[in-house]
């Protein structure tokens, strides 16, 4: 019953901090192109995040199944962990006014578990994963300095502002579902375990995912909770600490981050979709020129991304020797 109850408080906890990190990442710098709906940018997150999983889990099966043997009948304490873990770090470089990688710190997190409890982890799935999320912002920024070029190009017309409009719409429609798709799924894997282990009242090896309408519903909803407390100050963060976006520029960074990601996703590797928005909106920046990328904010931000894994991993495996020996 205690372990039940753990479980579902970090599983709470976890999807809370994915909203204030992830999801006021999506709102807060798409909520800066002017005139946009409130209502319509909550509604195309959230629809995506219950839709998207009924088709495809590949991305929370990686978490469950392809970082480390969790089929081990310690699977689910190691994940505890391991979840525990990346939330503290998250949490710790957060008080210290740095941004990081969520992502990140749950690949660390149960990758390091995993190795501190003797279990079988996958050199070769977390090698993917670090190779992929480490290309995904390159990816980001290297389609967002191509969108930008492009839509400097374009002539203007009579009805360039509802085109623009419509673009926009467009590319945070896919943004959102290629968050859903890949970053998002995530959630779905600890709530997945927190409810195998809530329904058992045991603990033991880690099921499938398996998710329902009720669990997706039950998730979009506390995301988009935690997306809201915090979309003022990301959004503040994303759009004037890094470069002043213009309409252009936020279309350009929602089509560059959903590219991105969504590339990553047929491979079944978790991006970080704040890295991709991040390397967007630099992207589409220096596509004007490098005065107008503030540099200092970038390098502070990859300094935090470059901090999470280790820090991560390195207290996963202190945490999973330090149960091991109890």
Known sequence: MIWAMAFAAVALAFVWVTGVNDGAALLGLSGRYPRSSGPLLMALVLVPLVLVPQWTVAVARTFTEGLTDLGDRRGALAFLLGVTVALAVV???????????????????????????????SWRGLGLVLAIGAAA??????????????????????GMPGAVRTAHVLAYSAQCAA???????????????????????????????????????????????????????????LG?????????????????????????SIAGAPVSMTQSVTAGVVGVAAS?????????????????????LPLAFAGGVLGGLAVSAL
């Open 179 to 237: 968050y859903a798709a890949n970053d998002g799924q995530k959630m779905l894997a600890v709530v997945s375990v927190a409810r195998h282990v809530v329904s058992t009242r045991k603990l033991g090896a880690i099921g499938p995912v398996q998710p329902t309408p009720a669990v997706l519903i039950a998730i979009a909803v506390v995301f988009c909770a935690g997306a809201l407390s915090a979309v003022h100050r990301v959004g503040e963060r």
């Open 288 to 308: 004007e020129g490098a005065a107008r990328v503030r540099w200092q904010n970038v390098l502070g931000i990859g300094a935090a991304w470059v901090f999470t």
């Open 240 to 264: 004037r600490g890094l470069v002043l976006a213009r309409p252009l520029h936020v279309v350009s960074t929602e089509a560059a981050a959903a590219a991105s990601v969504a590339a990553s």
């Open 137 to 158: 912002p390159l990816v980001g920024t290297s389609v967002g300095y191509a969108l930008g070029l492009a839509s400097r190009r374009i002539p203007s017309f009579t």
């Open 91 to 121: 949490a710790e470089l957060s008080r210290r006014g740095l941004p990081t990688s969520l992502t990140l710190a749950i690949v660390g997190g149960i990758g390091g578990t995993g190795l501190g409890m003797g279990l079988d982890v």
